[in-house]
């Protein structure tokens, strides 16, 4: 059964770098078909992409972060990381990570998010 | 982007009600959408992807429609579990952009 599990401080002071980690359990990072993703959610707000980075490590990034935002995977320790440049109190928020899975259904392929891990609260305040 | 419209925002009903969630995509996504359902505190859970394939595990009661531009999730009878707040989100191009969802509470 895969796991998705976040880690990173809790509190970042304005203008410093946001660093997130998700740990993969139960299957490779680098299995094909597979995307990592980070998603936030502000406190009584719907759910904001972030980005993904794929099992082979390409990226796409939501452009309203793209300037500050970076987005990497660890093979040799199966687990990959956000990095958000910058912050403010704008940028506090649930994060998420999550996989998006390609999968394939008859003659076409589908993606949804099928694993999400629990989310990690990180407040941008000095 | 692709801009998801959701309604309604809110909705109050009653356990055995039959509720019905819209979602409109601003261009035509084929059947690129999924619905999501968040309850406090948790993450997101997919319930129906590719529009209207269940996922695994999900209860028959749960289901959807659409193509291109609409698109819709129903409940054909609400159970005390499914007070939720629901999503939509669009997967065929980037950034994935979700709806701003749909509050499912008790009447």
């Known amino acids: 059964q895969v796991q998705l599990q976040e880690s990173g401080p809790g509190l970042v002071t304005p203008s410093e770098t946001l660093s997130l980690t998700c740990t993969v359990s139960?299957?490779?990072?680098?299995?094909?078909?597979?995307?990592w993703t980070w998603i936030r959610q502000p406190p009584g707000k719907g759910p904001e992409w972030i980005g993904y980075v794929s099992y082979t490590g390409g990226t796409k990034y939501n452009p309203s972060l793209e300037s500050r935002v970076t987005l990497s995977l660890d093979t040799s320790t199966n687990h990959f990381s956000l990095k958000l440049r910058s912050v403010t109190a704008a940028d506090t928020a649930v994060y998420y990570c999550?996989?998006?899975?390609?999968?394939?259904?008859?003659?076409?392929?589908?993606?949804?998010?099928?694993?999400w891990g629990n989310g990690t609260t990180v407040t941008v305040s000095s | 982007d692709i801009q998801m419209t959701q309604s309604p925002s809110s909705l109050s009903a009653s356990v055995g009600d039959r509720v019905t969630i819209t979602c409109r995509a601003s261009?035509?996504?084929?059947?690129?959408l999924g619905w999501y359902q968040q309850k406090p505190g948790q993450a997101p859970k997919c319930l129906i992807y590719?529009?209207?394939i269940l996922q695994s595990g999900v209860p028959s009661r749960f289901s959807g429609s659409g193509y291109g531009t609409q698109f819709t999730l129903t409940i054909s009878s609400l159970q005390p579990e499914d007070f939720a707040t629901y999503y939509c989100?669009?997967?065929?191009?980037?950034?994935?952009?979700f709806g701003q969802g749909t509050k499912v509470d008790i009447k």
């Open positions: 261009e035509g996504i084929k059947n690129d």
């Open positions: 989100l669009q997967h065929n191009g980037h950034p994935r952009t």
């Open positions: 590719a529009a209207s």
């Open positions: 999550a996989r998006e899975l390609l999968t394939p259904v008859s003659r076409y392929y589908f993606y949804y998010m099928d694993v």
């Open positions: 139960g299957d490779s990072v680098s299995r094909s078909n597979y995307y």
